[in-house]
Each structure stands twice: as structure tokens, then as C-alpha cells.
């Protein structure tokens, strides 16, 4: 059985078929539908509803029809005078809600970057996402700018944020920040000076070329400050910004390494250049090695003790005592036997190791270089006399010991032992071997018993060569093992 | 007939015979809605001009491109109209209404009515007696929704889909609401019949 809902709503709906729909006034149905009896309450419904459908109170009076009608049409006649009253733009938003939320849209949209770009005017770490936007919002400020005054000035502007930026930065935790800002410090530093170089001379550009000499010493300073606290890259970076900036830092043209003759042996590497300074720490490819160099005729050079066998390093450089760091791929490679290979951009020196700079060593550190034989009789001289000064014998090249070294360099030694036997190289040694001549020659002179001071000197080492080279053979194999 | 969507797109931009065709289909039922809340036909024609003028100048605006959309609309504004009214009324100081009909009824009004209304029906009880202010009041009882059913339904003549997509019910919904509506209408109108009129029911049962 069907609910009282339905069963009024289908009564109505009969109701409204039977009589609205067929051209009757809607009060005669209220006389055609007599009360069923077997739905009293839904009767009782039906009668009300129809009471209501038809009450005269609900009925509009035709004459305050056409009243009303003729009032609204007159306002809407009004309104559509006033609407073409108005400007076009907003008169086409009424009509078109689309452009309106296009509008609004844009609005939002515009609100939203003026925001975001005053939010990103305040970044200064270069690693914050927003940072690349506040490049974007200078560069394009400058490019915008056709007075190239103005734009140096807003590169100067830009340079000293950056500036101010660089200390917060300066720790392990910001080196690619760090060296993004460095970089931009420095771009921006050189548009400001090129731009100022389109200036004429005037007021202006005087004012412009004081700013930019106070923003280079301000970050000569600062820079200098950081140095301590920065990695070895970052530091490398920052003596290059210091010497763009006229900073007074070390400078490689070049770097030679004289190679063992064996692994483990001693290497020795000099590194040529300028404004060097006793003391720096040598770098071998990037990293620190811990060996401190001398400055000896304006090259600054460093002995490693236990050289890793054939090891070609790609970079030689240098930690200067005032933090500064510097490298160069210019590398000359040598060998104690006189090979030489040349890498990087230098150029080799030719067929044989020709040692042009083996300065004097003196206790001051300063280097002087004062042959004392004429370079032809003596290739290497400078090598010869240091390696005689190594084994407190004279220098003099015309003593002893330099005329012995010479000549196991030339390969036309010839000496006699204690015992009276000649012994007589023709082959020539390099200068490492030298070396490892003397070492032993030197531990031969300690344990003869009938040598008083138990040393070499000026007046024994040609003895003493003699006899190590006896004991070593021509190859030193048994000295080397 | 052209199809009322048709005569909305029109009217929405500003055509003068789109704004009378709807004016004329609608007159009735706002009208109806109005009447059926305010206790004087005066009041209910100035409330209904107020809601035709609004309807003026807020059709360019409508969003409703359907017949249930544009009803749904329209007896939105009805409702504010009417409210705003009941608000303003109770700013006022009381009046005490002078005893006549303020509604004109024609005699053959009188005729329909004496002819299909018994002693029980409560609609035809208070007619008889003038006393339209109790079905405004047993009307403003109802909830809103009750009161457009059976505006949507009694006056304007909608079926139950159209009016469920009005007020955005289920049909079954608006069948319930259709049948409280009566039923509660009915209760509330018995009640004033008893407590409201009881010296001119004792009248009659004498007569």
C-alpha cells in the first residue's frame, strides 16, 4: 500500500490533470472532486490544498498587474540609461562575469609577485630558491636602466649586497653558496667598472670611480678576513677575486718536479711566479702536503721526502702564510737521471733535465745564485753545489766536491779508494742518484775507523764515492736494496 | 511557447518583452507567496513590486539558466523581501487594526467559497470570518521549504521533480515535505478555529 505522501501526491497530481491542465479555472476542480470517504485524511488534505489554491486573498488584481508591470518596465528602462551611462570596462564585467574573474585573476596574480619579489629583494643566501629571483629582479632593473651611471651605480649596489652577504657564508656547511655570491660579487664588480669606462669624465663618474674604489678595498678587506675561515677551494676562489680586484696575492707562472730515482724517494718541486713568500705549504692536486718551501731566487722550492713512486701530479700550488692560496697546471716533470715531460700549458725545456735555478741555500732563506764555475764545464751546477752544501762540503766549484759531483754527472768520474783501488764511471748519473751516492758514501766515512772526524769532506768524498760506487755497482742496486 | 530558458537568456540581456513574459508567469505565484504571509492585500502588492523591481535589477546578474534555477531565485528574493519586512514592522510601534475586511472579496468569491466549504474546513472557517491574519500566521509557521512546496505546488502548479530540483531535495523529499506542510497547516488553522473564534463557533452551533 502506498504511503500517505504518495497517495496525497497522486491525488493532487489527478487533480491538477483533470482540471488546470484542461482549460478550467483552477477553483473548479474544488467542485468536481467530491471526498472519497475511504482516505479521510488525505480527503481532509485535498480539501485544504484546494481551499488554498483558490482563495480569493491569493488572487492578483489585473489592475495592480499592469501597474506593476508598466513600473517595472519603466525601471528597467532606467537602469539600461544608467548602464550605458557608465564606463565600458566595468559595464562589460556586468555583462561578462568571465572577464571579471580574468580580472580579479590578474589582480591576484599581481599582488601575489609584488610580494614574492619584495620577499625575494631580502634573500641574500644563494642557495635559498628565492635568490635567483632577485638576480632576475636586478638584472632586469639594470637592463632597464639606459643611463649607464645608473646602472653602475645599481651594480655597485648589487656588488655590496653581495659583499655584506659573504660572511654569513664563509663556513664548510655555504661553499656553493658562498662561491655562487663570490662569483656575482665579481661579475658585477666588472659590469660596474665597464659601465663606469662609458661615462664621460665628469662629475658623475668621478663620484662612481670613488664608490667602486671603496667597494674593492672594503672587499679586498673583508676577503682577506674570510681567508682563515674558508675551505681550500673557497680560498682558492677568493685569492682570484683578490687579484681581480688589484689585491696584492701570490701568482704561479710555473711548477717543476724533479722525480725520484726510486718510489719513496726524495722529490724535489720548485714553483716559479711572483710576490712568493717563504714559508707557504705546498699543495700537490689540491691537496696540502704539509711541506713548507724556501724562496731561493725568486722560485720557491720544496723537498718531499717519501715521494710516491711515479705519482704525475696535475696541479702544483701553494697555501701562502697570509692564506692565500694559488695553483698552476703548468708542470714541468723531471727526473733524477735527466728525463723530463712537461704538462698543462708549459712548454719542456728540452731533451735533457737542464737545471737553470738551483739556488744557494742560506740560513735567512734568501736564495742568491753565484756560480762559481763556468756553466758549460758543469751542467746542473746549482744542483751540484746544493747537493755539496746538503753534505756540509765547500760549494767552491773548484773544489773536491763539486768536481766529483760534476763528474758523476758527466759521467767521467774517477776516484780512489782507501785501499788504493781506481774506480772509474762512465756512465752518467742522475742527481738524485748522486745523492744516494753521497748518503752512502757519507755512512762509509762514519764507519771507517781510520777516518778521524768520522765525515766526508772536501778531502775525502772523492775516496769515499770511489768506494760507494765500488760497493754499489754502476747500477746501485745493491746501495738500493 | 517559447521555452522559458530562451526567454531568461533574453531578459538577461535586457530584452523588455523576455522581462514581461516572466513578469506574467510569475506574477501569481509571487504574488500567492506574498498574500499567504502578510496579513493585507495592500501590503502584499507593495512587497510584491518591491521583488519584481529587485528581479529588474538583478536578472543580468542570474547565474540560473533553468526554469527550477530562476523560481528558486526569484522566491529567494520573496523570502528577503518578506523578512525584511517582519523586521521592519517590529521597529514599529504596535498598531491595533480598525475592525472591516481589508481584503475585497466579490460576491461570487463568496458564492465559490459557501458553496464548496464545509463546517471543517478550517481555510474556509477563517475566510468566512475575515480572519486571513490567522492563515498568515498558521503559514508563517511553516519552515521556508514548506512554504515553497506548496507555493511551488498550489499556486505556481510545479510537479514534484520541478520543485525538488528548486529547492534541491529528492522527489520523495518534496512529497514529504508537501504532506507535512498540509498536515501542519491544518493542525495550526483547527486550533485557531478553537482558541481564536470560540463565542462565534457557539454563534453557529446556535444558528
Known sequence: MKSLYDRLNDRLEHLESRNWHNGHHPSDFMLQEPGRGDDPEVDALIMLARRLRVAPRLQVDPGFAQRLERRMLHRHTELQVQYSGMKRPFFLLHIRPALGVALCLCLLFLVLSISVLALAAQISDPQNQLYALKRWEQHLQISLTSNAGDQASLEIQGARDRLNALPSLADPAHTVAYSQALADLDQQVQTATAAIKELPPGTQRQQLVSELSGLKSDTIHILRRLLPKLTLSERLATTGELAHLGGNVPYLTSGMLILPPHPHGRATISLSGSDLQSGAQLLVDGKPTGVTGLLQNGQLIFVVVNWKGEQHPQSLGLVDPDGTVVQTTAITIGTANGNTTSDGNHNGQGNGYQPTATPDTQQNGQSTSQPTQDQSSCPGLPQAQKLASKYQLSTDSHEAAVEAICALHQGTFTGTTSDGTTVTASRAYGYGEIEQLLTYAQYLASQDQTNPGGKLSDTNVSSYLAAALLTCGSSLEECEQ | ?207
Not at chain 2, 475575515?130 to 515553497?148: F, K, P, S
Open chain 2, 1 to 207: 511557447m517559447e521555452a522559458l530558458e530562451r526567454v531568461l537568456v533574453r531578459a538577461r540581456q535586457g530584452d523588455t518583452e523576455a522581462l514581461s513574459m516572466l513578469y506574467k508567469q510569475f506574477l501569481h505565484g509571487i504574488f500567492g507567496y506574498i498574500a499567504l504571509r502578510v496579513p493585507d492585500r495592500a501590503t502584499a502588492e507593495d512587497l510584491t513590486s518591491d521583488v519584481f523591481l529587485q528581479m529588474v535589477e538583478g536578472i543580468g546578474h542570474l547565474r540560473a539558466n533553468d526554469e527550477a534555477g530562476f523560481t528558486a531565485w526569484l522566491l529567494c528574493i520573496t523570502r528577503v523581501v518578506v523578512a525584511g519586512y517582519y523586521r521592519q514592522r517590529e521597529k514599529q510601534p504596535a498598531q491595533v487594526p480598525l475592525p472591516g475586511d481589508p481584503w475585497d472579496q466579490t460576491q461570487a468569491e463568496r458564492l465559490v467559497i459557501s458553496a464548496s466549504s464545509p463546517e471543517s474546513d478550517p481555510v474556509h472557517w477563517t475566510e468566512v470570518r475575515e480572519d486571513w491574519w490567522a492563515v498568515v500566521q498558521a503559514i508563517n509557521t511553516l519552515t521556508e521549504e514548506q512554504r515553497q512546496v506548496l507555493v511551488g505546488r498550489l499556486i505556481l502548479g510545479y510537479d514534484v521533480a520541478t520543485i525538488a530540483r528548486m529547492i534541491g531535495k529528492k522527489a520523495n523529499a518534496v512529497k514529504a515535505l508537501q504532506f507535512r506542510a498540509l498536515q501542519s497547516l491544518q493542525r495550526l488553522l483547527s486550533n485557531q478555529q478553537s482558541l481564536v473564534h470560540p463565542h462565534q463557533r457557539r454563534k453557529e452551533e446556535i444558528r
